[in-house]
């Protein structure tokens, strides 16, 4: 069995695109949430293998979702995803646990690197 992912991000657009690129190349996308909040409540319920979390976000951004999320589960593996010029938020987002991030637009091949890179 594939993977379980969570998709964290505000565009539904965006949350399509990789959900495409990851259930093509056999992962598992087990819910879809369009803020911060949501995607912290959704990771309790669905315990996921893996997060890809938006960094601007309404309600909750994914800074504060990424800490929320290891309060919840230390050993959460989570990626950022950011647009260019976000680099000072990506940091942020690193040294609050996450593990990579990739940027949009989304290359498939470096949605996978990142994915597989997280998961070990």
Known sequence: MGKRI???????????????????????????AENGQVGVNLY??????????????????GISAVKAIKQLDPGAKIIMCSAMGQQMMVMEAIQAGARDFIVKPFQQE???Q???KALG
């Open 6 to 32: 969570l998709i964290v991000d505000d565009a539904a657009f965006m949350r399509m695109m990789i959900k495409d690129i990851l259930t093509k190349n056999g992962y598992e996308v087990v819910g879809e």
């Open 44 to 61: 309790r319920e669905l315990k996921p293998d893996l997060v890809t979390m938006d960094i601007t976000m309404p309600e909750m951004d």
């Open 110 to 112: 470096r949605v996978i």
């Open 114 to 116: 990142a994915v597989k």
